[in-house]
């Protein structure tokens, strides 16, 4: 009992604190994506996706849907917490 009292609180920290150093280091202007031509994976699948969007025309409805769908669930989450 006390090993897992010990273990748990330090994995967790482990992990965060090396969550915050990856975020730190993408975000680097040295490191990150803000080197010419220098873009992450994320941001190109993003601008695919737009570009998907806009071209079958679903842009507007898309954003609409999003603001339902965040209406509907901050009243699910007031409802369970």
Same mark, same amino acid.
């Given at each position: 009992?006390?090993? *897992?009292? &010990?273990?748990?609180?330090? &994995? /967790?920290?482990?992990?965060?604190? &090396?969550?915050? @150093?990856?975020? *730190? =280091?993408? %975000?680097?202007? &040295?490191? #990150?994506?803000?080197?010419? #031509?220098?873009?992450?994976?994320?941001? *190109?699948?993003?601008?695919?996706?737009?570009?998907?969007? /806009?071209?079958? #025309?679903? @842009? =507007? *409805?898309? %954003? =609409?849907?999003?603001? @339902?769908?965040?209406? /509907? %669930?901050?009243?699910? %989450?007031?409802?369970?917490?």
């Amino acid at each position: 009992m006390t090993i *897992e009292i &010990l273990i748990y609180p330090t &994995l /967790v920290f482990l992990a965060v604190t &090396l969550t915050a @150093k990856l975020i *730190e =280091r993408q %975000s680097d202007v &040295l490191y #990150g994506p803000y080197i010419q #031509g220098r873009r992450t994976a994320v941001a *190109e699948a993003r601008d695919q996706l737009d570009a998907f969007l /806009v071209a079958i #025309g679903v @842009k =507007r *409805e898309y %954003s =609409r849907l999003a603001m @339902k769908f965040a209406t /509907v %669930s901050i009243f699910a %989450s007031a409802i369970m917490g």
